[in-house]
């Protein structure tokens, strides 16, 4: 009965920890969320809407709120939502800027079959997605559960792993990257000391260098860790103690409660590090000198798009391409969606 | 409720069908202002990429232009290679370009073709253009139209680093009559007397480069829109750094890789680890400056057919006036004044290039002194060997040095063989021009 009470508690203040949660990690990845920033609050403006029309609200309130949220109101829809309908037009013509846009029907999107660049975008990108995103949630979730066992100095771990989440996606360290990853680099110093000399530069082969990236898409593992972290907290001791008195050992305890009580955060930090490596631009376009090189081997979609709009001039390719990557991101989140209910727990 | 909805997404759609209409009634016309010069106190805008010496030389020219024509004010901006392009593209989409632009050979092609630069002969009451040669002149034409002047030009050679050659106790070859055979040769001994910590030389890797690997074949890059160049002869040219990467002039192949993507400072010869480089002769100075030795000098490229006319004066840069500036006839008189007044042209230097005025050249090249002056001599060097120019790199194709770089690198980490990555290259660059015009 006890335990069943505890359960029924911790439900609620999950729920609230939730939107905590969220609230937290957009602190945390300022600048990477404004889709979902628009997303949530067209949703509330639906709210809003809404309730206008419930006679037991006052009318008087709603005006107020719509006269506060005029200036993002104004903000979104003509700098946001204007211009993205604007590129979905776009995608249909040929444009290159200064003559004005011809309509081409499908062209842009027939061209994207026959153009191996485009391809190549696709499966560099998918493989530093499927790679990176993997290695990065275990790491976060390793040290997660190491430093919630309450050691000494906590607050100091925690804020050293965090710090390259903070850092990662600047172009500073996009820079060091290049030269920690160079012929005489660091990493080859480190390699030395076991004995192994290579003047191999990671960066420069296009073998290796897409590994580069997705080493440092792990090593900004500190904010999903974070949200792990608070995770951990709310998972009730109770359920521990009474599966140490089950006689169940550290891994048992870790994989039957840890896991399944964690299984909603886990699938939160999936869908958004699946979303936002998808969208990754900053590092490849530093590391490879906006180029994509050597090879393509950092052609990341969003680098090629860049390329094809601004350096090759073909804006209505670039939109076109841009929709085709709306479409997989939104493929992929569903697709996530789907199997969340063969693994994710909700305790309701 | 849903009613409520759809007069919101109705007000939405008529918000964007009237951006859209907008944005697509923008285009850039030519503005019809008369180019004659105004009495009254006019504002210009001069934008160029470059680094900071560029700058502070740029800077100082237009304030003695300024003194000059004291009713003329200039407005300067300017930025980065690539920073550059990105926004000029926008500017012009927005009707916004400045109105006197640098201009490379990349992109004349484009924006000639669009209409979107004046046709500097209208203008010829304020902008003399014959002081320089004809066949560098017509290197600025697009479409029979001057829609710009040549400022400077730029010769293809090998700077040599004599230091390391010193220090190595080499001696270079006779370089007057010298093949690609011989310069790999010598570039290779300077590889392993360094056992490898210095290297000889880098493979071209740009359009330049290019052209004149065509010419040296008795063949040409491009004939109006169409790319000319023979499969065989683009894939000698994709296979060159792969040879050297193995046989040791380039040291390997990473060590290739990561020069083709280095800034000046970063590269193996701007840190003194490399004997000699393939490139523009006003090279020389940043790169004994980087380097720092004042012992660097330049000799003609190499050659198939040695003595042959392949080289050319190409143009390094250009002054472009907007068509729809305001105030054509004072950009003219700017333009005018940067690339044929003996005071500008002593200010400004070879920063830009070789200055595309003969005379301004000659006074240059007798009051300066060091790396500079050996760059204005190296014009005299490759005399004999200057043959007619090549047309311009058409519309479509200004992203022909990073193509080059990367079919190179295909073929130098083995993705693909040189002949099939020249086709292929042709194909795309052919598409890319045809998609263009």
């Not at chain 1, 359960?7 to 920890?17: I, V």
């Not at chain 1, 886990?266 to 994509?292: C, E, K, R």
């Not at chain 1, 050597?294 to 090629?304: A, G, I, N, Q, V």
């Not at chain 2, 074949?217 to 065989?232: A, M, S, T």
């Amino acid at each position: 009965m006890c335990v069943g009470n505890q359960f029924g508690n911790f439900g609620n203040t999950d729920r609230g920890s939730a939107s905590r949660l969220y609230r937290e990690w957009h602190r945390a990845n300022d600048g990477d969320t404004e889709q979902e920033d628009i997303v949530s609050s067209f949703a509330e403006f639906g709210v809003l809407v809404n309730n206008r029309h419930k006679p037991k609200d006052k009318p008087a309130d709603t005006k107020v709120a719509l006269g506060f949220l005029a200036p993002w109101l104004i903000g979104a829809v003509c700098l946001s939502l204007i211009p993205m309908l604007y590129s979905l037009v776009i995608s249909f013509t040929k444009y290159n800027m200064i003559k004005p846009p011809q309509f081409v029907g499908l062209m842009n999107y027939r061209h994207m079959i026959a153009d191996p660049r485009f391809i190549n975008s696709l499966t560099v990108t998918l493989t530093y997605v499927i790679v990176s995103v993997p290695l990065q949630l275990v790491a976060a979730l390793a040290l997660a559960v190491l430093l919630d066992r309450g050691m000494r100095g906590l607050a100091f771990y925690r804020s050293a792993f965090y710090l390259p989440s903070m850092l990662g996606g600047s172009v500073a360290v996009a820079v060091l990257w290049k030269m920690v990853f160079g012929a005489d680099g660091l990493f080859n110093a480190f390699l030395g000391i076991f004995g192994i000399d290579t003047t191999m530069s990671w960066i420069a082969n296009p073998d290796t260098a897409n590994w580069t990236l997705m080493a440092l898409h792990v090593w900004q593992f500190g904010s999903p860790m974070v949200i792990f972290l608070a995770g951990l907290r709310q998972i009730p001791r109770e359920l521990y103690e009474a599966a140490s008195v089950d006689g169940a050992g550290t891994w048992r305890q870790f994989r039957s409660i840890t896991l399944p009580m964690l299984s909603p955060i886990i699938f939160f930090n999936l869908v958004m590090s699946v979303i936002n490596s998808f969208q990754t631009f900053t590092q490849a376009y530093v590391v490879s000198g906006g180029t994509g090189g050597p090879s393509d081997s950092t052609l990341f979609y969003t680098l090629y798009l860049y390329q094809q709009g601004f350096a090759s001039l073909r804006m209505g390719y670039a939109s076109a391409l841009a929709w085709i990557m709306v479409l997989i991101v939104a493929a992929l989140t569903g697709m996530n969606f789907a199997l969340s209910k063969f693994w994710v727990h909700y305790d309701d | 409720m849903k009613r409520l909805w759809k007069k919101y997404l109705t007000a939405v759609m008529a918000a964007v069908a009237l951006c859209v209409t907008t944005a697509c009634g923008s285009s850039v016309g030519a503005s019809d202002v008369p180019v004659v010069a105004s009495d009254g106190d006019v504002t210009i805008r001069l934008d160029w990429w470059g680094g900071d010496s560029r700058v502070e030389t740029t800077e100082q020219a237009v304030a003695a232009f300024e003194k000059l024509h004291p009713n003329i004010h200039v407005d300067m901006e300017y930025s980065d290679w690539t920073g550059y392009w990105d926004k000029l593209a926008v500017q012009s989409a927005g009707g916004n370009a400045p109105d006197v632009m640098q201009m490379d050979e990349l992109y004349l092609s484009f924006y000639g073709s669009m209409g979107s630069l004046l046709d500097l002969n209208t203008a010829s009451k304020y902008l003399e253009l014959n002081g320089m040669s004809d066949s560098l002149k017509s290197m600025g034409q697009v479409e029979g139209k001057q829609v710009a002047a040549p400022a400077t030009t730029a010769q293809y050679g090998v700077i040599v680093n004599n230091t390391i050659l010193n220090n190595l106790g080499l001696t270079l070859p006779d370089t007057d009559h010298w093949t690609w055979d011989e310069f790999a040769d010598f570039a290779k001994q300077v590889t392993e007397k360094s056992n490898g910590t210095i290297i000889g030389s880098l493979a071209p890797n740009n359009g330049y480069g290019l052209q004149l690997w065509a010419r040296q074949h008795g063949e040409k890059l491009f004939d109006g829109n169409h790319i000319v160049i023979q499969p065989q002869t683009l894939a000698s040219f994709l296979q060159l750094p792969a040879d050297w990467a193995s046989n040791g002039v380039e040291g390997s192949r990473e060590r290739w890789s990561e020069n083709s993507a280095a800034t000046l400072n970063d590269s193996d010869f701007g840190k003194g680890q490399q004997a000699m480089m393939i490139t523009q002769a006003t090279m020389i100075t940043p790169y004994a400056q980087a380097a720092g030795t004042d012992d660097m000098s330049i000799v003609p490229l190499p050659q198939i057919d040695p003595g042959a006319k392949t080289m050319y004066l190409k143009p390094g840069m250009y002054w472009s006036i907007s068509s729809s500036s305001q105030h054509p006839a004072e950009a003219a008189m700017l333009v005018n004044y940067l690339i044929n007044n003996k005071q500008a042209g002593t200010i400004l230097g070879t920063e830009r290039g070789i200055p595309s005025n003969d005379d301004i050249r000659h006074t240059l090249a007798n009051s300066v002194s060091g790396t500079d002056r050996t760059a204005l001599n190296f014009v005299d060097t490759i005399q004999p060997t200057l043959g007619t120019s090549p047309s311009i790199t058409p519309n479509g194709a200004s992203e022909l040095d990073k193509t080059i770089i990367r079919y190179q690198q295909d073929v130098v980490f083995g993705k693909r063989k040189a002949l099939d990555a020249a086709k292929a290259m042709i194909a795309e660059l052919q598409e890319s021009i045809d998609f263009a015009s």
